[in-house]
């Protein structure tokens, strides 16, 4: 059997994967990427936050991603009835970005892989891994090509990047329950025939049909549409058993919101809908001896506040920044260094997703009239800055919007 050696190999092309490979490609670390699609490829996460941004520039790949014209993101919109509450990422606690993207993923996909592959970065694509033998001295990874060739990969270190995939959780039994309740969604893309000009046309918007169901509408800058509908399982089960189809059951959806019934009205789908049934997922422990879980390996939690992207770079970037280190000898506590931080962030999203299901985050977002400084603060967590302690929302989560719910319930 055929045998490579490199340093580091990379399970997955995507953001997690990308970023990780070009921080290590910029150390002059031997990387090796193997993908099991080929690019370009569907695949949501099509709103990006600006905490990404920094983790783009790191790695060298800002100016590539510029180039494409991607329809600019400078806050969000989130409507509930006649109710409609606006943030603005230049108006929010902290420094960082102020602006981040919208974007169709496949093409956003291919745009970094095919400057990785400029810049010398080895990547196999239609490259599946079945098989991994991790010991302390070093990795074998056994991967099977579109061909049905196999071979193996020896390397120093694994990151998996492999999203969805999930490979080394499932290879190496690190699958754990996720702390969200099961919910699911149906998306697809539309030519829009009907879009209005300016911000109101362009702006990503988060439409309340139910307190545990919303609508997404992200618009990109060649005309389509990214629309999908999330919801509770139970109420998607029933949503596409009385449609009668995945098609008839995302109109119906639009159908029911009151802002954007007439916008798409008789629209077409570009493909034909997708479902993601119990998107929610967590593992046992992100990384082990030689190897290390960065992105939707690790954990997916909710779309309604983009943050799986956000996620993605971050922890690409964290794992090939301290695979740097010890490469070079120096000792890493990966404990401390990369699971507690990464946790820490995913803790912080994970309450702003659960409150947004109880309603109790709905309650601050509309309460009138508004509190511009807890509205910045507030931003700062949508922006993807998870990680900034002086943020009170950040450093409290797990009570303060509880708490602020509780008293504006009282007190109407």
């Known amino acids: 059997m055929k045998h490579e050696e490199v340093d580091v ?42 905490r990404s941004m920094d983790r783009f520039d790191e790695a060298g790949l800002l ?126 893309h539309t030519k829009e025939k009907n879009r209005p000009i300016g911000k109101e046309g362009t702006q990503i918007t988060f439409d309340i049909i139910e307190t545990e169901v919303w609508l997404w509408v992200i618009p990109f800058s060649d005309g389509n549409t990214s629309i999908g509908i999330v919801g509770n399982t139970d109420y998607i089960n029933k949503l ?39 998107y929610s997922t967590s593992v046992k422990k992100m990384y082990g001896k030689n190897y290390v879980l960065t992105g939707n390996s690790t954990e997916f939690l909710d779309p309604v506040f983009s943050s799986g992207v956000c996620f993605a770079t971050e922890s690409g970037a964290l794992a090939a920044e301290l695979i740097t280190k010890e490469l070079q000898g120096k000792k890493v506590d990966w404990q401390k260094d990369y699971e507690e931080y990464m946790k820490y962030g995913i803790d912080v999203f994970t309450t ?21 400084d807890v509205k910045e603060k507030i931003c700062a967590v949508l922006a993807g800055y998870v990680w900034n302690k002086e943020n009170p929302f950040v450093r409290k989560h797990d009570s303060v919007i509880r708490n602020m719910a509780y008293l504006i319930k009282m007190n109407s």
């Open 63 to 188: 100016e590539t991603l510029k180039s494409q014209n991607y329809q600019i993101k400078s806050g969000a919109r989130f409507i509930r009835n006649e109710q409609i509450c606006e943030f603005d990422f230049s108006k929010k606690f902290g420094n960082g970005w102020d602006w981040t993207w919208q974007i169709p993923r496949a093409d956003f996909d291919k745009a970094i892989t095919d400057e990785l592959e400029k810049k010398g970065i080895d990547i196999s694509f239609e490259t599946e891994v079945f098989s991994v033998n991790i010991s302390d001295e070093n990795c074998k990874t056994f991967i099977r090509r579109k061909n049905g060739e196999d071979s193996v990969i020896l390397s120093k270190k694994i990151i998996d990047a492999s999203g969805y995939g999930r490979v080394l959780p499932r290879l190496l039994e690190l699958e754990d329950d996720s702390k969200l309740s099961p919910h699911s969604a149906i998306f697809s």
């Open 9 to 50: 190999l990379i399970i997955g092309a995507g953001p997690a994967g990308s970023i990780a490979a070009a921080y290590l490609h910029k150390q002059n670390i031997p990387v090796k990427i193997v993908e099991k699609m080929l690019f370009p490829r569907l695949v949501v996460g099509e709103s990006l936050l600006p």
């Open 352 to 372: 702003y997703v659960k409150e947004w299901y109880t309603g109790n985050l709905q309650e601050l977002f509309f309460f009138q009239p508004e509190n511009p």
């Open 240 to 278: 596409i058993d009385d449609s009668g189809s995945l098609d008839a059951a995302l109109k119906e959806a639009l159908n029911r919101s009151d802002f954007y019934r007439d916008r798409f009205v008789d629209t077409e789908f570009i493909f034909e809908p997708k479902l993601l049934k119990n």
